[in-house]
């Protein structure tokens, strides 16, 4: 599909973010290793635009080890310092802590689901709700899982981040009706 409409929050100058929108936010991500860079991506967006954290992804990838979550459960403080001189990343010290301890929770919670992915796309039974972006930024359902990641002791995750979170990975598909990608309710699949 050829996309010529897109939706206004998208910058039309900045490429990365028109591939962005074009091929991967709102699509259903059931890949675990996606989940995970993009839960870890929007825990560093706190307080900043996701095109800053998108600007910033290939040097997030590089820092963080392709997102290999056997390493970064692993961080010492040695390698939190690193992180923090990084400057092709968000350099906030809470939140690398954070992303260390996210990843521990990350895996327990695979653990006890068998994948993170069935934890996650369990609160919808499975399904993608089509919901125009412009409609909120926080909704019930990333109220309901806002509140479990934080009580597991995730931090970085309130329900701004979580809404967006599932946008990113496609539960929610918020393309907007000006939208190609959302013209008719049409919802695009892996």
């Known amino acids: 599909m050829k996309i010529r409409n ?3 929050w998208v910058n039309l100058k900045n490429p990365v973010y028109i591939e962005y929108h074009d091929k991967e936010w709102g699509v259903p991500c059931h890949d675990e290793h996606m989940l995970y860079e993009l839960l870890i991506l929007e ?5 900043l635009s996701w095109e800053c954290v998108l600007n910033k992804r290939q040097g997030f990838r590089e820092a963080f ?14 390698k939190q310092e690193q992180l923090l001189a990084d400057t092709s990343i968000v350099r906030n010290k809470l939140k690398v802590k954070a992303s260390i301890t996210n990843s521990i929770i990350f895996r327990q919670i695979q ?13 919808t039974d499975r399904k993608v709700i089509r919901e125009d972006y412009s409609l909120r930024t926080t909704s019930p359902l990333s109220d309901k899982i806002s509140a479990d990641l934080r009580k597991r002791g995730m931090k970085f995750v309130g329900s701004t981040i979580i809404y967006s979170y599932l946008q990113a990975i496609g539960i929610i598909d918020g393309h907007g009706t000006e939208c190609d990608c959302g013209k008719s309710g049409n919802i695009r699949t892996e």
């Open 65 to 78: 080890d392709n997102f290999n979550i056997d390493k970064v459960i692993l961080y010492d403080e040695r």
């Open 111 to 123: 653990q006890e689901f068998g994948s993170f992915e069935h934890y996650i796309w369990g609160f």
């Open 43 to 47: 825990c560093f967006q706190a307080g």
């Open 6 to 8: 897109r939706c206004k």
